[in-house]
């Protein structure tokens, strides 16, 4: 008997764990940039979809350095620290949200969830909600966020790119998460924010407390609609 496998699919027509390969193969087949991978289990697929990334040996040790380089940049003198984390349980499904603000000695959380959505509208959630938290704030901002679709997406100018093309990517398909992207950009125009990347379930105590806030948020009844999903 052939064993079973469960399909991640980072970058599709619609995101998420997979266990049959037919159901997968619809969501990137023809879809240009598709990004997906298989794995013997769940938890392993999920955690590749926090941080999508193929290994290949001749730059394996290249991509940890980098990866080491931009956590242990130094954080500027008075700066508001923030850590974030969000997914959603099988994805789509139930999820939630979890925020750590760090300012000066002063630490406090948030989190919250919606009954059906997906792992990167609550990795962007939590960002958003963040960024509402600390609105007027003169202080730089330092963000850390386990999800290369979000920090990427800013760090790296594809949300505005693809706000300039009418939310179209390079390859004219629909950039998803658009309401979510365009509220984002939106709340950056006033303030000093630097999107940071860290490695998920690598140890680092405010990331766990972040995920543990958002899968503890994602279990809680009578969640709220997330209408910028279920409207779609």
Known sequence: ?????????????????????PTAEKQVKGYG??????????????????????SR?????KVKKQAAGRQAAPVPPGSIVIYTDGGAINNPGPGG???IICDGAQKHELSGGFRMTTNN???MTAAIRA??????TTKQIVLYSDSSYLVNGIE??????WQANGWRKA????????DLWAELLELMQDIRVEFRWVKGHAGNELNERCDKLAVSSARQPGLPIDHGYEAK
């Open 33 to 54: 940039g598709a990004k997906f991978k298989s794995f013997p289990t769940r938890d392993e697929a999920e955690s590749w979809l926090k941080d999508p990334q193929y």
């Open 156 to 161: 790296k100018g594809w949300a505005r790119k």
């Open 131 to 136: 960024l509402r938290e600390v609105k007027g």
């Open 57 to 61: 040996k001749n730059n394996s040790e």
């Open 1 to 21: 008997m052939a064993k079973k496998k469960y399909y991640a699919v980072a970058d599709g027509r619609q995101t998420g764990v997979y266990t049959d390969w």
């Open 121 to 123: 509208r609550m990795e």
């Open 171 to 178: 390859d004219k398909s629909a950039a998803l998460n658009s």
């Open 97 to 99: 949200y979890g925020i």
